[in-house]
């Protein structure tokens, strides 16, 4: 009888035993777990492998994480509506190419340059193989005018729909307690944070970092046009004048990039140094990222993405500053990207991206831009058996830069974090991404 009751007693002993095991062992693998996700400062090369472990929403296509969005008005809703059409002119052009790269064009309210950027994309060899994205910083009906008019490949209009000047009585646009200049929030009672320098938001300028933040997030991670697109994606800006040899040079170049230089995380189609058209011969360049026709793939993205904080909380309103002087250091050795020797994309832009609306010809000598294509400019002249040469010591931001400010409120900042989630069910990305 003994015997028979100390059975069900080793039965349970057992039992415990084998639970603790088993919670001792799967709180180990989360403590694991844990700590890779947040050791967010480890070095990772590029990789020329597509990451698609971080995978967006792609059973849900119209979903966003809304909670911490500002509350929307009709034509917020309306354009995020409309950001939901399929691409015009796929009767004209049905089938993309199986390795093409995506174009996205970002635009703000300067119709005159995007007139010439246009008419320059339209006798760009190998543009009807493609895609072209326009993403706007709101709505302005002459912008949306000049693209509607574009037959020359398939393209799709997208319209950030937080944009500051969406919002005419309330962020992200100015609302009337907003504090202005140098005020002090405690003694005019009234709502934001200063930058650094003791300056409060303009929601002019704010709306370029913003635009920027959320049109990467939207291209890679929203659309269902690109949320699995595999190759790479090139983006270019409204005053980005594009040579025609562009898109078949920046082939050659994306198939280059892995054998010729496998550290870099890009390919350009220009300098860093705007004024400059390169140093011409028969070599590549592997140097600094530039801010005029840059392309990267998913894998690079997702190292952006992770260090959401870093580009949210860096006090400055410019999207590039903020990348050169704080996120690309962040990765833990020198960001290159490898171009030709001759630009296939020339910066134009003689004024600031909230001015040049209207006819006047203001920011174009006399309404044109003189810009002589020559015939080297008409093919691709790129060759595979070229050497690279590396430029290590370029002039950028050192450590300790803290930015130009314009970027302190905090409640840009909590919108630009909102943003790296909205497409993303859950926070399966770095803890510095969030």
């Keep these: 009888m ?38 967010s400062d480890f070095v990772e090369p590029p990789s020329n492998k597509v990451d698609n472990t971080f995978n967006p929403i792609s059973d849900v296509p119209h979903f966003t994480a809304k909670s911490n969005l500002p509350k929307q008005n009709e034509l ?20 993309l190419a199986k390795d093409h790269i995506v174009i996205v064009l970002y635009v703000h309210n300067r119709p005159q340059y995007l007139k010439v950027v246009v008419e320059s ?14 993403s706007h910083d709101g709505y302005f009906e002459e912008m949306n005018k000049i693209v509607d008019g574009i037959k020359f490949c398939q393209v799709k209009q997208i319209y950030a729909p937080y944009s500051p000047h ?20 405690t003694e ?32 890679w991670d929203g659309l269902e046009e690109t949320r699995g697109h595999t190759g790479h994606i090139l983006f270019i800006e409204e005053d980005h004048f594009i040579l025609p040899n562009a898109y078949r040079n920046l082939q050659i170049l994306t198939e280059l990039k892995p054998k010729k230089c496998p550290d870099c995380y890009a390919a350009n189609l220009a300098p860093s140094d705007v004024n400059s058209r390169g140093e011409g011969g028969s070599i590549l360049i ?22 959401a904080r870093k580009f949210c909380f860096f006090d400055d309103y410019n999207w590039d500053i903020t990348m050169w002087a704080t996120v690309y250091p962040s990765f833990g050795a020198p960001v290159y990207t490898v171009r030709g020797p001759r630009t296939s994309a020339i910066h134009f832009g003689k004024c600031g991206l909230h001015q040049g ?78």
């Design 286 to 307: 592997a140097e600094r990222m530039g801010n005029v026709g840059y392309t990267f793939n998913r894998t690079v993205w997702r190292k952006i993405h992770r260090k």
């Design 357 to 434: 609306q209207g006819d006047s010809g203001a920011c174009i000598d006399n309404g044109v831009v003189g810009i002589r294509v020559e015939d080297s400019d008409k093919v691709a002249n790129i060759k595979s058996e070229w050497n690279v040469r590396v430029f290590k010591h370029q002039q950028g931001y050192k450590a300790g830069f803290r930015g130009w400010g314009g970027w302190g409120d905090d409640r840009d900042r909590r919108l630009c974090l909102a943003f790296a989630r909205m497409y993303h069910l859950t926070n399966t990305a770095s803890s510095d991404a969030m």
């Design 2 to 39: 003994a015997a028979n009751c100390k059975k069900p007693q080793l039965r349970a002993a057992a039992s415990r035993r084998l639970l603790s095991i088993v919670s001792v062992t799967v709180l180990g693998v989360l403590l694991l777990i844990f700590l890779l996700r947040t050791n």
């Design 188 to 219: 005019k009672h009234c709502t934001g944070t200063p930058d650094q320098y003791g300056n409060h938001r303009s929601s002019k300028i704010v709306s370029l970092k913003h635009h920027w933040w959320w049109m990467m997030n939207t291209v």
């Design 76 to 95: 917020s809703i309306k354009l995020e509506e409309r950001n939901q059409l399929p691409p015009r002119n796929v009767d004209l052009f049905p089938n």
């Design 121 to 134: 994309l339209s006798s760009v060899v190998g543009i009807k193989e493609t895609l072209l994205i326009v």
């Design 166 to 185: 969406l919002f005419s009585d309330g962020f992200p646009g100015v609302s009337s307690n907003d504090c202005k200049d140098k005020d002090n929030a």
